[in-house]
């Protein structure tokens, strides 16, 4: 289960912006306050958070070879090379879009609005 990090957050805010927010008062501005920060949202006012709901929307996936994602940093990276089956890393090869810089991104999530987000990268260089 993922844990509620500030970069979640911001990512729900930026999914969010110009509608209303629905976070609880106690929660600061679209969660900015959450007091659930570093850990799995379990506290009571976390059952009806529309940030704890967002969180919990997020899938891991295996990129597709050949698509383009945006991450939560706002770059796009083209997945260059996916895990196949018989692979023990799960990693997949994604290559910034506006620069060529290349990495292998381990434990992709994606969230409800489509950003992705992984736990930790490796092999990370410029596409030569």
């Not at 997945?79 to 990495?103: F, I, K, M, N, Y």
Request: charged share 20%.
């Amino acid at each position: 289960m993922r844990v509620m990090t500030e970069a979640v957050q911001a990512i729900f805010e930026k999914a969010n912006e110009g509608q209303p927010d629905t976070t609880q008062t106690i929660c600061g501005y679209y969660g900015r306050a959450c007091r659930e920060m570093g850990r799995k949202p379990g506290r009571m006012p976390c059952l009806s958070c529309p940030l704890a709901k967002f969180l919990e929307g997020a899938e891991r996936i295996i990129p597709t070879e050949g698509t383009v994602y945006t991450a939560d940093d706002g770059f796009r990276y083209l997945c260059t090379a996916a895990p196949g089956p018989q692979d023990t890393s799960d990693a997949a090869t994604l290559e910034r879009v506006t620069d060529g810089w290349t990495l292998k991104a381990h434990n992709v999530y994606q969230f409800p609005n489509g950003v992705i987000q992984w736990d930790f990268s490796t092999d990370a260089q410029w596409a030569v």
